[in-house]
């Protein structure tokens, strides 16, 4: 379908309508003049000014920059130290290295990760807490 409407500038403008738009604003419940009166305001051809207003407005709060902090970086999470893995670190670094064949062991993270080396070969042992099941 053919349509003319006066544009922003003042200027008659034709258009064509597709069917298949005219179909779905019938199946919607629209009149012919709502449908292509959506039509024109999605396609950019005519602007509303409540929908601009509103546009203005959520742009001035800030609506597409949620989440976002304003230097724009995210703070490193703070971790509460678990002494229980700590201990046991601990306790597995004693047992390793009172085994004798064990040279270099090392705490590489102090609640997670221990290093040593058995002559020339390197070992790693790395400790990890499982979460609780969701109930």
């Not at 200027?11 to 009149?31: F, H, M, P, Y």
């Not at 051809?45 to 724009?72: C, F, I, M, Q, W």
């Amino acid at each position: 379908m053919k349509y003319t409407f006066t544009n922003i500038d003042g200027k008659e403008k034709t258009i064509n309508i597709g069917e298949d738009v005219l179909a779905q604003g019938k199946r919607e419940g629209l009149s012919m003049r709502e449908t292509i009166d959506r039509f024109l305001s999605d396609e950019g051809y005519v602007v509303d000014p409540t929908v601009r207003e509103l546009t203005d407005k959520a742009k001035a709060a800030g609506v597409n920059n949620a989440g976002k902090t304003s230097s724009g970086k995210r703070k490193p999470p703070t971790r509460k130290p678990d002494e229980t893995k700590r201990m046991l670190i601990v306790e597995l670094e004693k047992c390793i290295s009172t085994l004798g064949m064990t040279d270099n062991v090392e705490v590489t993270n102090i609640e997670r990760i221990i290093a040593f080396s058995i002559g020339d070969d390197k070992y790693e042992i790395t400790l990890s807490k499982k979460r609780k099941p969701k109930a």
